[in-house]
């Protein structure tokens, strides 16, 4: 036989037996619980940034690519979803978020978007009317969309008998009735706390509007939650968050008693969202008295930071500002926690194996807590983050590279606060305001979210003002896959979870988002289908 008919005929033969072995395998692995075809899978692998399909068996990626590498692993059991060319994303996470602040917010009076300190008041007695609750709380009130942009004042909310205390958008003022103040014990001789301040009149007497630490004063009144309430409070949130797109969440700043809640709720199987869990500052002592519990892979909740704060808000004036405000020229902000303090938990939390996730706006905010990493000996395996990042200076930003920092910033904030930012800033300085471009090209890691209730839990809204930024400071906007790889890849590599979460590829977590129109337009999206551990746990109808 001619020496390449047989050469051929071998070859032939081995291809033969290669595929027949390849059949025989993809027959007896087990079907897939769930495939997702003839859609744009955006993978968030750099290798292989776009894909066709996914199957999912159990709560893992079992394999990514087109139409016919999935369609072996379709069995009689196998639910089937047709993309129709729609986008799908994985591990779409909001990297600083208050999930039960999120719950409680939603039962209380809502003062987002209101205009007049009046239309607060008649939400406030509308309230009073219908609810039994000793206090009147609600949350979301911004002065400056008031008429006159000045904080209100007691005497608006005095006609309502029982005490009222409401918390300004950014979480970082209060407003509060006569009553309590009476029930707080609060007198023109109550002293400013550290990192707080008593706004008063020109007698000296309290307006009834607590900036930054001053609003524990009011807060110590007010009748804890129950674990109950608590509860109900992160159940129903989450399914806010679920129709959102949202696979997980990285909660900020979370007290003893909710991490309790939390853990209850894991082991229940009640948590239907991921949470990387960071407790609260008040808690510091007791969390780094022994190292985080480490969590299995996949698993439904984390808890391995803590959070801390340097400042406070751009919007109330309370960022600590290296010069004064440009509207403001008597303040430069609140330094909430000193950088001597910052240093010694930091060095407390390397040591423990603790993350640390510290607030910082304004730009002495930031350079205290740069410093006090700095001092601190923090190393760049330990992911310190540095949470909003809002205003650095220009010459600090290849700082936070050096010591490894991560930049957890969140894009409707540049968007909401456009309207008013550089009239506080000044057109220097704004400059390395929301500097999102900037952060990247000084090859700083960007994991980005929406701090809710502050801002609306909207993944969509993040992805448009990320891309968008309201046509403001354009020149720090980013492109669409910029933006995603900071709720993707980016809050992974936040939370430490790399080698699980944040790409489609075989073995990490079936963590997935459908939206209802393909890759192009995703800035305008709804979402159809959230999909967290291979469940579906939500889907528009």
């Given at each position: 036989?001619?020496?390449l ?8 033969v ?13 027959a007896?692995?087990?079907p897939?619980?769930l ?39 379709v ?5 089937v979803?047709d ?14 978020a ?21 239309e607060c ?11 039994s ?29 029982r ?5 300004r ?33 020109a ?20 009748p ?25 969440i ?97 060095r ?7 993350q ?10 930031n ?14 395996a330990?992911?310190f ?10 010459g ?10 991560i ?33 990247l ?11 809710f209730?502050?801002e609306e ?9 990320g891309?968008?930024r ?25 939370a430490?979870?790399?080698?699980w ?7 990490m ?14 800035t ?18």
């Open positions: 036989m001619n020496r008919v047989v050469t051929l005929t071998a070859f032939t081995a291809i033969t037996v290669a595929l027949l072995g390849t059949t025989a395998r993809a007896t692995e087990p897939a619980d495939v997702l075809r003839n859609g744009d899978v955006l993978t968030q692998d750099p290798a292989h940034p776009h894909a066709r399909a996914v199957a999912v068996r159990g709560d893992q990626i079992v394999a990514v690519g087109d139409d016919a590498a999935v369609a072996a692993l069995g009689a059991g196998t639910r979803i993309l129709h060319g729609r986008a799908v994303v994985p591990a779409l996470t909001d990297a600083h208050h999930l039960s602040g999120l719950g409680f917010a939603l039962a209380e009076v809502d003062l987002r978007g209101v205009a007049s300190a009046a008041a008649r939400r406030a007695a509308a309230a009073a009317e219908k609810s609750r000793p206090w009147i709380i609600g949350r979301g009130w911004d002065q400056n969309r008031f008429a006159d942009k000045a904080f209100p004042t007691h005497a608006a909310l005095d006609h309502i008998a005490p009222v205390f409401f918390e958008i950014d979480g970082h003022a209060g407003w509060a009735n006569a009553e309590a103040m009476k029930r707080a014990g609060i007198t023109r001789a109550t002293t400013d706390p550290a990192g707080g301040r008593i706004v008063r009149d007698a000296g007497e309290p307006t009834g509007i607590f900036v930054d630490n001053a609003m524990s004063l009011v807060d110590h009144a007010i804890t939650a129950t674990d109950a309430e608590i509860e109900a409070a992160i159940l129903r949130a989450q399914e806010v968050v679920a129709a959102q797109g949202l696979t997980g990285h909660d900020m700043g979370v007290g003893l008693g909710t991490l309790a809640v939390y853990h209850r709720l894991a082991a229940a199987g009640r948590l239907k969202i991921r949470v990387y869990a960071l407790g609260s500052a008040a808690d510091a002592d007791t969390l780094l008295a022994q190292p985080p519990a480490k969590s299995a892979p996949r698993a439904m909740l984390s808890v391995r930071g803590i959070k801390l704060y340097a400042d406070g808000a751009l919007g109330s004036r309370g960022a600590a500002l290296l010069a004064p405000y440009s509207d403001d020229a008597k303040n430069s902000g609140l330094e909430i926690m000193p950088a001597a303090t910052i240093e010694a938990l930091s407390r939390a390397v040591a423990a194996g603790w640390v996730a510290i607030h910082a706006i304004g730009d002495r905010g350079r205290n807590a740069l410093d006090a990493f700095m001092r601190a000996g923090v190393k760049p330990q992911r983050r540095i949470e909003h990042a809002q205003v650095v200076a220009l600090d930003i290849p700082r936070f590279a050096k010591l490894g920092l930049a957890s910033m969140q894009p409707t904030h540049a968007t909401s606060d456009s309207p008013w930012a550089e009239a506080r800033l000044g057109k220097e300085r704004v400059k390395g305001a929301y500097a999102w471009r900037r952060m090209e000084a090859h700083v890691p960007l994991a980005f979210g929406s701090d209730p502050v839990p909207s993944l969509v809204a993040g992805l448009r003002a891309v968008e309201a046509g403001w400071t354009v020149d720090q906007k980013l492109t669409l896959d910029e933006t995603l790889r900071a709720f993707t890849t980016g809050a992974a590599y936040a430490f979870e790399e080698a979460r944040g790409r489609a590829a075989p073995g977590a079936a963590d997935l988002t459908i939206f209802d129109s393909p890759a192009a337009t995703l305008r999206a709804r979402v159809d289908v959230t999909i967290v551990g291979g469940k579906v746990i939500y889907e528009r109808k």
